[in-house]
């Protein structure tokens, strides 16, 4: 379960409930994206330890900046280091993401769990067919050029968390204050050099906020791809610049990039890969056993599970007998489908549907919320209201910062 990020759900006085995030590392995240030493920071060096002056390091006679910065690096990481007790760097890992809040699970008794990324894990070859269906729409429905049929799906390009900035067509690293990471900005397959990246935002790397991307990712001119879902696209975006730089073609930036953004979409939207999965579970979905052992445990220590996501039933319903038992229902207190995150966290108009053991829709007026019972859409503030569950005590796993936490 090494994709799972959470969240608690709380609500504090008259405030609208909300949802506190702490993100776990995914094994696709220890890969750098744009082809430098690893989540945007430079390949490490070891340069010679620079001379002192007053108790202070300076450069040594001759050194470049860059190699008295890194011996400072080098330096403060090891003073670090050795206020750790013995045995505990090797248990650090670098290129992981840390949480910045403590969370005790003695206090938890409800754990909720997204679906996609979170429950089913699944493998590469889904990104690959995410990437071919989406290009062939380009070339069959948009008619793009027949020649970005010879472009494939280049696993370990992209990671999550990039920007890309639509009207220069950059893809990048951004760093929370705002800074692009140099040797990370791609226009198309190929490194933008950090020059070129400087030139390009007024004589620095600093972004301004009112450029950047708001809260769910959709500012006006940098868009953030958030989850693991978001790899192909990014990928696909990547060839398509690559194929027009490299013939010649202009384009519209602001085009080009809807138009891939619809065609993913499509994807996703028109069912094409629910049908994928569900045709050839053992190929596109890793094996479970982690996962019912995870739930199992839960259940036999009294636990409350809920389930929230966006995917259709009839598409959980068979990757949970998959990864689980045809009894998988069995380990939840409720399960709620097509839930629209993250409008389901903040839209109090729309109320909850019953499904029947088949995915049929159901007329009934939601009064309450009933153990092995199938819903569809609803809220936030419903759930609260309706299962009498808020605070400390409720703890939400999901793979999408903006999606699941929102």
């Not at 011996?71 to 090797?90: F, I, Q, S, T, W």
Request: with cysteine.
């Amino acid at each position: 379960m090494a994709a799972l990020g959470s969240a608690a759900l709380r609500r504090g006085g008259g405030a609208a409930p909300r949802l506190l995030a702490v993100a776990v590392s995914c094994q696709s995240c220890r890969h750098k994206a744009t082809g430098d030493g690893g989540h945007g920071q430079p390949r490490e060096q070891h340069p010679a330890a620079p001379g002192r002056v007053g108790g202070q390091p300076v450069p040594a006679e001759g050194a470049d900046t860059k190699t008295y910065l890194w011996a400072r690096y080098h330096e403060m990481k090891k003073l670090v280091y050795d206020l750790l007790p013995p045995g505990v760097c090797n248990l650090l890992n670098p290129a992981a993401i840390y949480a910045n809040n403590e969370i005790s699970l003695g206090d938890v008794e409800i754990y909720g769990f997204d679906y996609d990324y979170t429950l089913a894990q699944y493998s590469n070859l889904l990104h690959s067919m995410i990437f071919n269906t989406a290009r062939d729409i380009l070339i069959e429905q948009f008619k793009y050029p027949e020649g970005l049929g010879k472009y494939d799906y280049i696993p370990g390009f992209a990671i999550r968390g990039l920007h890309y900035d639509v009207q220069k067509s950059l893809l990048m690293k951004i760093d929370a204050f705002h800074y692009v990471q140099l040797g990370t900005a791609y226009r198309g397959l190929k490194p933008v050099p950090d020059e070129e990246v400087i030139e390009l935002y007024g004589g620095t790397q600093h972004i301004p906020l009112y450029q950047m991307s708001d809260f769910y990712g959709k500012g006006p001119s940098l868009k953030q791809f958030m989850d693991i879902f978001s790899l192909p696209e990014m990928t696909l975006l990547s060839s398509v610049i690559d194929y027009f730089i490299t013939h010649g073609i202009e384009f519209d930036q602001v085009h080009l990039y809807k138009d891939i953004s619809d065609a993913i979409r499509d994807v996703h939207v028109k069912g094409v890969m629910y049908k994928w999965i569900e045709k050839d579970m053992e190929q596109y979905i890793l094996h479970g056993d982690e996962i019912y052992a995870v739930l199992n445990r839960l259940v036999n220590h009294k636990k409350k599970l809920f389930l929230i996501t966006n995917s259709p039933f009839s598409f959980v319903d068979k990757g949970m007998k998959h990864m689980v038992g045809k009894n998988w229902r069995d380990l939840f207190d409720m399960v709620i489908v097509q839930a629209d995150k993250p409008n389901f966290f903040t839209d109090r108009r729309k109320p909850f549907r019953k499904l029947d053991d088949k995915g049929s829709l159901q007329w009934d007026k939601i009064n309450q919320l009933e153990k092995g019972k199938i819903y569809k859409e609803g809220n936030l503030f419903d759930f609260l209201r309706l299962t009498g569950w808020r605070g400390s005590k409720v703890l939400y796993f999901g793979d999408h910062l903006y999606s699941d936490l929102a």
